[in-house]
């Protein structure tokens, strides 16, 4: 299958640990990658985060494991457009970056008075 | 000076619009419109209740009715392609607007005996 | 000088949907613009651990109205692919005619709404005038105007006889005649060119840095359309991307009102080339596994992530929309404009504010 529809392999994606997260995203940068977004999804203990970059209609993907509890830096230092997605990554999953310019503090989409996560089964409420 | 063509021209010609409701415009073939079922025909086996992505239709074996909401249904036609026995369709005309909702219920008949 | 905070929207006559910004103006000169989601948001994407991978296709139709069909073609080559399932031909010819005609009337309806941002009343009626031709052809080949429901796992479910593919053909000269008669008072007059030629400029290397998608990004001079990767038939079909260099409010408009020609053109190819066969092909099995896909819907490059793990239910489906990705830069064009023109630069990224907030 062509570039338009990229089943999920080892050769177009490489699992990185969360303290390099931004230096790698900065050496695709340089290459002249462009951001497309951020994905995310439960994995129990974990919640799992896809960056998918793509240069000339090619995707490349970087997957992170992230323990629930802990955080991961953001990556909004590097491409600044990148704070909305994980605004939204924050509110559904419970994930916490560090550094976030602009912070909705999760309620980008729901109310005040949602409390919990609503992607998780055994989520993050927040205080 | 080119608005006075345009003017003469709007005059003249007959109306863009339709004269609704006395004139309304005819429907295309297959266009998705009201549903509805052919009782005599339904086996009650319950594939349209499981298909619907909106959960609006209930099929009750033991009591041989067949219900729809008519403002839950979005007209998508998925029951229509999965019913085994082609009971269901769609017809040509939108469902005309009601003042309160209401459930649509069809019960099927006891069939009469075979005639020796 | 004294800053003021004024919010604008959610409700405003301008913007379809609603979508607030809290803007600091000094002196009538906009300076910083924060936005505000969340009041279309429907939690769609939760939807998929209830309702198996074939019910989700009417689900994700319904994300946006305008871009109906684009969806659920996104999503079922998702699925195609992690099953394996190759389509037939004609289906594949097929989805091209219903992206392309989804495409028309996208643009047509943003051409009457951007007309109607700066009071020009008369145009918009004249552009959706023409938009019900393509709603009337969507409604024959269909059975819907608009959310027009036609791609299955494996294929379409509807076919294009002859005759209807005549009809359609006759019924696109009459939209390109009077699209063309309208082209010189969109693009030529002073009023609108003096309410849009250089306002709202996003230069070419800040548009690739901020993520921009679509109109709003091959209007900075960057060649990238989503169709070139060769999805559906577009591999076969021949075409290349409608770029401009300027960056500013006209040059989106431009690029919009070439791409309907454009449409027009790739829909007499496909009908030129539409082969004879079966229309859908039965998909077997359930999706397992992880996969991006993507389509060039009529805002821009729309990205699907999908994951299943075997069972009857997706584990996770994620959409991120154009409009997501066209955020950021409308907050960086925003910044040094004058208070009167924000109506008319949140319109030219052809903002759809139920697909970002699905």
Known sequence: ????????????????????????????????????????????????????????L????????????????????????????????????????????LDFQGMLYNDEEVQRTPFCKIGITRI | MFMTTTVLKNLLTKYATRLYPFTKKETFKDVKGELKIEMEKCILCGVCQLRCPSQCIAVSKQE???????????????????????????ERLYRAPLAEKDMVLYVQEEKAPAAR | ????????????????????????????????????????????????????????????????????????????????ALMGVEIPPRARFLRVVWAEMHRMHSHLLWLGLFADAFGFESLFMQFWRIRERIMDLQEATSGNRVIVSVNLVGGVKRDIDAETARWILDTLKIVEKETLQLKSTIMDDFTVKSRTVGKGVLTKEKAYELGAAGPTLRASGIVQDMRQTGYAAYSELDFSPVVETDGDCYARTVCRFNEIFQAIDLIRQAFAKLPAGELAVKAKGLPNGEVVSRVEQPRGE??????????KFLDRLRIRTPTFANIPPLLDMLPGCDLADVPVLILTIDPCISCTER
């Open chain 1, 1 to 56: 299958m062509k570039d338009y529809a990229l089943v999920i392999t080892e050769d177009n994606t490489a699992e990185i640990a969360t303290d390099k997260v931004i230096s790698q995203i900065r050496v695709l940068k340089d290459e002249g990658f462009r951001f497309v977004t951020m994905s995310s999804a439960d994995l129990g203990e974990s919640v799992c985060v896809v960056y998918h970059m793509d240069k000339d």
């Open chain 3, 302 to 311: 729309v990205l699907y992530y999908l994951k299943g793990n075997g069972k």
């Open chain 1, 58 to 101: 090619e995707l490349v993907n970087l997957k992170v494991d992230v323990p629930k509890g802990k955080t991961i830096p953001s990556i909004a230092s590097v491409f600044s457009c990148a704070f909305l997605v994980e605004n939204e990554i924050k509110e559904h999953f419970g994930v916490d970056f560090d550094g976030l310019p």
């Open chain 3, 1 to 80: 000088m004294a800053r003021t905070v004024l919010p604008f929207g959610p409700q405003h006559p301008v913007l379809p949907e609603p979508l607030h910004l809290t803007l600091t103006i000094e002196d009538e000169i906009v300076k910083e613009a924060i936005p505000k989601l969340g009041y279309v948001h429907r939690g769609l994407e939760k939807l998929a651990e209830i309702r198996d991978h074939t019910q989700m296709i009417q689900i994700v139709e319904r994300v946006c109205g305008i871009c109906s069909t684009l969806h659920a073609m996104c999503y079922c080559q998702g699925i195609e």
């Open chain 2, 64 to 90: 041989k009715t067949w219900q729809v909401d008519p403002f839950a249904c979005v007209y998508c036609g998925i029951c229509v392609d999965a019913c085994p026995v082609k009971c269901l369709f769609q």
